[in-house]
């Protein structure tokens, strides 16, 4: 299928599956079980992977549409999604060998194991050089020791990549990614998180103490875990933009339905200027993953197109409950729910002062006279 018949189906799907439960994952904080084998069973969680290795197919311009229509329906499902193929799948296709393609990255198509990706410390968050999740280990294989943060999908997740290094004085360059499937004795989740927003999708403490690991839970190579963890970040920037995206849609949606009710001009600005922001938003999401398709550097795209979408999703939302005032501003509310998604967006998948630290730097490292 191609982008657009991606879309149709994630729409359709979205609206028959997932609107109707978008209350209730909000309300108890949980992404149903059943939820997520229909995802698996749909095809949603194999989008991008090669049929090759049991996947669907599909291009980033696939998986992007998919992902806005299943924010549209539910934000939690659809982050739930992008996690396992941006930050789990996609790196494993990309840096895995055919023995971990075999034994992880089928079932991950298939959405047999949902997967998860490891990389934030109570100390370290935007530097990863702070990392002090400890490796040690030979040729028998490794051992890790410490603790993750605010890793999504954490209880659900079958696999996860994790990054920890063998010595913090080595910096970047000490730096590794290990598979790590979640019935590894030492590994367990030491809390869930409530959050204002994306509930139901899970947000963990993660504890890794003496975690023994065969030597080919090795990603890629020893000190090669920073490259492993910036080249899955550019790509799942795109993904959760894509998310933010579907919360600004339906955020848009409903703030047409309450102007729709009123009479006279009231609202009617505010409606063009959130269609102008969702217009720009989806211009962004689309032009990097072009980018991506076309085989081009897209760190620069990811990174506008996640600070622009996650801006336009915070304030249609923020609208929106305006404009369906009181009753948009009770519990409950459709339009209350958008705005609590929406606002978790600029933080997550790296904030936007971050984004706008690696545009700057891409800026200022330019020639000059160059255009966007």
Same mark, same amino acid.
């Given at each position: 299928?191609?982008?657009?018949?991606?879309?149709?189906?994630?729409?359709?799907?979205?609206?028959?599956?997932?609107?109707?439960?978008?209350?209730?994952?909000?309300?108890?904080?949980?992404?149903?079980?059943?939820?997520?084998?229909?995802?698996?069973?749909?095809?949603?969680?194999?989008?991008?992977?090669?049929?090759?290795?049991?996947?669907?197919?599909?291009?980033?311009?696939?998986?992007?549409?998919?992902?806005?229509?299943?924010?549209?329906?539910?934000?939690?499902?659809?982050?739930?999604?992008?996690?396992?193929?941006?930050?789990?799948?996609?790196?494993?296709?990309?840096?895995?060998?055919?023995?971990?393609?075999?034994?992880?990255?089928?079932?991950?198509?298939?959405?047999?194991?949902?997967?998860?990706?490891?990389?934030?410390?109570?100390?370290?968050?935007?530097?990863?050089?702070?990392?002090?999740?400890?490796?040690?280990?030979?040729?028998?294989?490794?051992?890790?020791?410490?603790?993750?943060?605010?890793?999504?999908?954490?209880?659900?997740?079958?696999?996860?990549?994790?990054?920890?290094?063998?010595?913090?004085?080595?910096?970047?360059?000490?730096?590794?990614?290990?598979?790590?499937?979640?019935?590894?004795?030492?590994?367990?989740?030491?809390?869930?998180?409530?959050?204002?927003?994306?509930?139901?999708?899970?947000?963990?403490?993660?504890?890794?103490?003496?975690?023994?690991?065969?030597?080919?839970?090795?990603?890629?190579?020893?000190?090669?875990?920073?490259?492993?963890?910036?080249?899955?970040?550019?790509?799942?920037?795109?993904?959760?933009?894509?998310?933010?995206?579907?919360?600004?849609?339906?955020?848009?949606?409903?703030?047409?339905?309450? @102007?729709?009710?009123?009479?006279?001009? &009231?609202?009617? =600005? %505010?409606?063009?200027? #959130?269609? !102008?922001?969702?217009? /720009?938003? +989806?211009?962004?999401?689309?032009?990097?993953?072009?980018?991506?398709?076309?085989?081009?550097?897209?760190?620069?795209?990811?990174?506008?197109?996640?600070?622009?979408?996650?801006?336009?999703? @915070?304030?249609?939302?923020?609208?929106? &409950?305006?404009? =369906? %005032?009181?009753?948009? #501003?009770? !519990?409950?509310?459709? /339009?209350? +729910?958008?705005?609590?998604?929406?606002?978790?967006?600029?933080?997550?998948?790296?904030?936007?002062?971050?984004?706008?630290?690696?545009?700057?730097?891409?800026?200022?490292?330019?020639?000059?006279?160059?255009?966007?």
């Amino acid at each position: 299928m191609d982008a657009s018949q991606w879309r149709a189906h994630a729409r359709e799907f979205a609206e028959r599956e997932v609107v109707p439960r978008a209350a209730d994952i909000d309300r108890t904080d949980r992404v149903p079980d059943d939820l997520v084998h229909r995802l698996g069973a749909e095809g949603f969680l194999g989008v991008g992977i090669p049929r090759d290795w049991d996947g669907r197919g599909g291009d980033a311009r696939a998986l992007v549409a998919v992902l806005e229509e299943l924010s549209r329906g539910s934000a939690a499902v659809a982050v739930l999604a992008a996690v396992h193929l941006s930050v789990c799948a996609q790196p494993i296709l990309n840096w895995g060998t055919t023995a971990q393609k075999e034994r992880y990255l089928r079932r991950l198509a298939r959405g047999a194991i949902v997967g998860a990706f490891a990389l934030t410390e109570p100390g370290a968050g935007s530097d990863t050089a702070r990392i002090a999740t400890r490796y040690a280990g030979g040729p028998e294989g490794f051992e890790l020791e410490g603790t993750k943060m605010f890793t999504s999908s954490g209880v659900t997740a079958g696999i996860l990549l994790v990054f920890a290094t063998r010595n913090p004085s080595l910096g970047h360059a000490g730096i590794s990614a290990f598979l790590v499937p979640s019935e590894t004795p030492g590994f367990s989740v030491a809390q869930r998180f409530e959050k204002l927003g994306l509930r139901g999708s899970e947000t963990t403490e993660l504890v890794l103490h003496g975690v023994r690991l065969p030597r080919d839970a090795l990603l890629g190579s020893e000190g090669e875990g920073l490259r492993v963890a910036l080249g899955s970040l550019t790509g799942g920037r795109v993904g959760i933009a894509s998310c933010a995206l579907g919360v600004a849609q339906a955020a848009f949606e409903e703030m047409r339905r309450s @102007v729709a009710r009123r009479d006279g001009d &009231v609202g009617r =600005a %505010a409606l063009a200027r #959130a269609f !102008a922001e969702l217009s /720009a938003a +989806r211009a962004l999401v689309e032009r990097a993953a072009e980018r991506k398709d076309a085989g081009d550097s897209f760190v620069e795209e990811a990174s506008v197109a996640k600070l622009v979408a996650s801006r336009a999703a @915070v304030s249609i939302a923020s609208a929106g &409950v305006d404009l =369906a %005032a009181p009753h948009g #501003a009770l !519990a409950g509310a459709t /339009a209350e +729910r958008l705005w609590r998604d929406a606002r978790v967006f600029p933080i997550v998948e790296g904030t936007t002062e971050i984004q706008e630290l690696i545009l700057a730097r891409s800026l200022l490292d330019a020639e000059p006279g160059r255009k966007p």
